[in-house]
């Protein structure tokens, strides 16, 4: 059964960082692209950063790029987030999600087939 486990939220100034963690188990995920998503508080779930394990290939929303990093830790099946110059609109539930069958690399929610319970990310002015 699959697993996504993530860790690493909390509460930071605007112009912080936080670098979030999301541990996968339950098989390998060496064929898998796993992406990062958030929600904020009466708004939908959007795209942030997504990762095809098997050759490293990103994609990082407009809204973050330049602020946030994905990586992967083939060792330990853990993608990062790294996010840096935080700003209180990136407050919102953080998802790490599954993508089993990663043509490319998908940006619409619906492509990803195992979640995370999600961790909090709240961003202070």
């Known amino acids: 059964q699959v697993q996504l486990v993530e860790s690493g939220g909390g509460s930071v100034q605007a112009g912080g960082s936080l670098r979030l963690s999301c541990a996968a188990s339950?098989?390998?995920?060496?064929?898998?692209?796993m992406g990062w998503f958030r929600q904020a508080p009466g708004k939908e779930r959007e795209f942030v950063a997504a990762i095809r394990w098997r050759d490293g290939n990103t994609k990082t929303a407009d809204s973050v790029k330049g602020r946030f990093t994905i990586s992967r830790d083939n060792a330990k099946s853990t993608v990062y987030l790294q996010m840096s110059s935080l700003k209180p609109e990136d407050t919102a539930v953080y998802y790490c999600?599954?993508?089993?069958?990663?043509?490319?690399?998908?940006?619409?929610?619906?492509?990803?087939?195992?979640w995370g319970q999600g961790t909090q990310v709240t961003v202070s002015s």
């Open positions: 339950g098989r390998s995920f060496s064929s898998y692209a």
């Open positions: 999600a599954a993508d089993r069958t990663p043509v490319f690399v998908a940006v619409a929610a619906v492509a990803y087939d195992y």
